[in-house]
């Protein structure tokens, strides 16, 4: 089993920033984190979760939803076995839990929606506030 745990949330205000981390531990399958593909979503109450971006495991590119792309940037780093997400100029609209997740495919055939997903995590709270 693999372990992702979600940090950085909080409170913000309107206009903001912040910086939320994924931290992966690998189980015994000897799977390099290189190899997964990271989604980041994100879910508000009444709403369904939506993919934000998407980053290629081998290959790192990046496939973005347009409604946020500009606004949010992901990264990772692999020796760390960590995944980013920089968030900026935060809305309200922004205020939900995010996620990040794995695929041992290559997840990011589908766009921003990382797909199929092996592992996720438990979630951090972003509040913006107005």
């Known amino acids: 089993q693999v372990q992702l745990v979600e940090t950085g949330g909080g409170l913000v205000q309107l206009g903001g920033s912040l910086r939320l981390s994924c931290v992966a531990t690998?189980?015994?399958?000897?799977?390099?984190?290189?190899?997964?593909?990271v989604g980041w979503f994100r879910q508000a109450p009444g709403k369904e979760r939506e993919g934000i971006v998407c980053?290629?495991?081998?290959?790192?590119?990046?496939y973005y939803d347009d409604d946020m792309k500009g606004r949010f940037t992901v990264s990772r780093d692999n020796a760390k076995r960590m995944v980013f997400l920089q968030m900026d100029n935060l809305e309200p609209g922004d205020t939900a839990v995010y996620y990040c997740?794995?695929?041992?495919?290559?997840?990011?055939?589908?766009?921003?929606?990382?797909?199929?997903?092996?592992?996720w995590g438990q979630g951090t709270q972003v509040t913006v506030s107005s």
């Open positions: 980053i290629g495991g081998l290959n790192g590119r990046t």
């Open positions: 997740a794995l695929a041992h495919t290559y997840g990011c055939a589908r766009g921003a929606r990382l797909t199929p997903v092996a592992f």
């Open positions: 690998l189980d015994a399958s000897g799977i390099s984190f290189d190899a997964y593909s």
